[in-house]
């Protein structure tokens, strides 16, 4: 079970930023009117918030995890280098990390989406599936962590929700002025 919710925490912190950011970038970015501005943007900021997401990961886990076997060493007064358990250790960094890059860009795909395959409405749409799939991401954590689902997905969909009509109120202000 530990393991299961490890990797669901960087799935969900992963989907989550992505849909968030790129909900926001698209969203602001829209006042442009330019789609092909809008898909660039996103994209960008999408690998961009990847790539970040997966480094940052790779090097608070690491140094979260390597402390832990340091810290084991102490007492069993050896080193763990070239240990099965080192071995286990570096493979989870690696395999969380991937995870959390792959959520994120994954994510950071879904406000993208009616951008770049719908003719209109893709502003509404895109902030109606991401405050969906917040939703389902809601759901979905609080079933794993064994807690009350319709408030964890309330509370994420509200979240998505917030930050689109943020996002959108102050760049429509700034297009104003």
Known sequence: MEDEIERSRYIILGSTSGILVILGVVTGASVSGDITFIINAALAGAVALALANGIGSFITLGDIELGKL????????????????????????????????????????????????????QLEISIGMSIAALAVLGLYWGRIMEQNMLLHSIRMAGLGAVIALMVNLLFRHIQMT
């Open 70 to 121: 340091s810290r084991l060493e102490k007492p069993l007064m050896r080193s763990l280098d070239n240990t099965k358990i080192e071995q286990l250790t570096k493979r989870k960094i690696r395999a969380q990390s991937l995870i959390h890059t792959a959520a994120s860009f994954i994510g950071s795909m879904l406000p993208i989406l009616p951008f770049m395959l719908l003719d209109s409405q």
